[in-house]
């Protein structure tokens, strides 16, 4: 069983920086890969950026991309979202997720195990 805790969510001025963390308890945490997806109000979850279990090899959504970086300590199990940029757009619940293989998806279906959630609210 894996556990997914995020911290780090807040409210930021558009053009301004958060970084989020997930911390995750469990066996083989290296043999996962990791993912972080959100929810705006009143739309579908979608993916974010993703990360291969050894890291080093990432995903990202085309909305994000330059914008945000996803990295992983594994000795630690944290994974981790810098936003960069940031646009009122980006306003959502942002979930850490894992799944039981080694490599990335960007399917929500695709991911095991979820966090409880973090808010990120960003004001123009």
């Known amino acids: 069983q894996v556990q997914l805790v995020e911290s780090g969510g807040g409210l930021v001025q558009a053009g301004g920086s958060l970084r989020l963390s997930c911390a995750a308890s469990?066996?083989?945490?290296?043999?996962?890969?990791m993912g972080w997806f959100r929810q705006a109000p009143g739309k579908e979850r979608d993916f974010v950026a993703a990360?291969?279990?050894?890291?080093?090899?990432?995903v990202y959504a085309d909305s994000v991309k330059g914008r945000f970086t996803i990295s992983r300590d594994n000795a630690k199990q944290t994974v981790s979202l810098q936003m960069n940029s940031l646009k009122p757009e980006d306003t959502a619940i942002y979930y850490c997720?894992?799944?039981?293989?080694?490599?990335?998806?960007?399917?929500?279906?695709?991911?095991?195990?979820w966090g409880q959630g973090t808010q990120v609210t960003v004001s123009s």
């Open positions: 997720a894992a799944r039981t293989s080694y490599y990335i998806t960007t399917q929500l279906n695709g991911y095991n195990y």
């Open positions: 469990g066996r083989t945490f290296s043999g996962k890969a």
């Open positions: 990360i291969i279990g050894a890291g080093g090899s990432t």
